[in-house]
T-cell receptor
């Protein structure tokens, strides 16, 4: 059974700092991995999607890496801003189609 | 273009009543998914539809939960005889499809917050 774990559960950093969020999964047979952010009381916003054949994806200040063989992904946020404060969710896509989510990392960026 | 929409945004119901939650996927998306996010819990998969294929109901927690997708577009999630443990945010997502190895990104709606009193 696929399990997705995110560490740390919560993180507080000062503005401007670079940071790394971690995601691990137990079954390497995934189709893709998706990083989302969720703001309080809101739905999910997709940030980056990495196909199983890819090693990383970049969008602006965000960089996500994928090491399928070791069951790990990282989300790197450069020059963090208070607007980055949110919960970040990692999800892997099963062959059957649905996503399996971690419980998220709650990020707080202090001005 | 328009994203995934869900209605109502909030629903308060009494224990034992039935509720219906609606999802309008992105136009042209053939795959539709329902997930649930309970307080303090992660997001859990409930059910998904792909085109005219039989839906994958493997995530439904009990037979009180059912879903339909009419005309390959709008979907309704029905919860019968609601219980307090059904209180959660119900999220709908859609994507272009899934029966290939291509990466089909899932786009989520804002969710329906269900409170069972």
């Amino acid at each position: 059974k696929q399990e997705v774990t995110q560490i740390p559960a919560a993180l507080s950093v000062p503005e401007g700092e670079n940071l790394v969020l971690n995601c691990s999964f137990t079954d390497s047979a995934i189709y893709n991995l998706q990083w989302f952010r969720q703001d309080p009381g809101k739905g999910l916003t997709s940030l980056l999607l990495i196909q199983s054949s890819q090693r990383e994806q970049t969008s602006g200040r965000l960089n996500a890496s994928l090491d399928k063989s070791s069951g790990r992904s990282t989300l790197y946020i450069a020059a963090s801003q208070p607007g980055d404060s949110a919960t970040y969710l990692c999800a892997v896509r099963r062959s059957q189609g649905n996503l399996i989510f971690g419980k998220g990392t709650k990020l707080s960026v202090k001005p | 273009g328009a994203g995934v929409s869900q209605s109502p945004s909030n629903k308060v119901t009494e224990k034992g009543k039935d509720v219906e939650l609606r999802c309008d996927p992105i136009s042209g998306h053939t795959a539709l998914y329902w997930y649930r996010q309970s307080l303090g819990q992660g997001l859990e998969f409930l059910i998904y539809f792909q085109g005219n294929s039989a839906p994958d109901k493997s995530g439904l927690p009990s037979d009180r939960f059912s879903a339909e997708r009419t005309g390959g577009s709008v979907s309704t999630l029905t919860i019968q005889r609601t219980q307090q443990e059904d209180s959660a945010v119900y999220l709908c997502a859609s994507s272009l499809g899934f029966r290939t190895r291509a990466a089909y990104e899932q786009y989520f709606g804002p969710g329906t917050r269900l409170t069972v009193t």
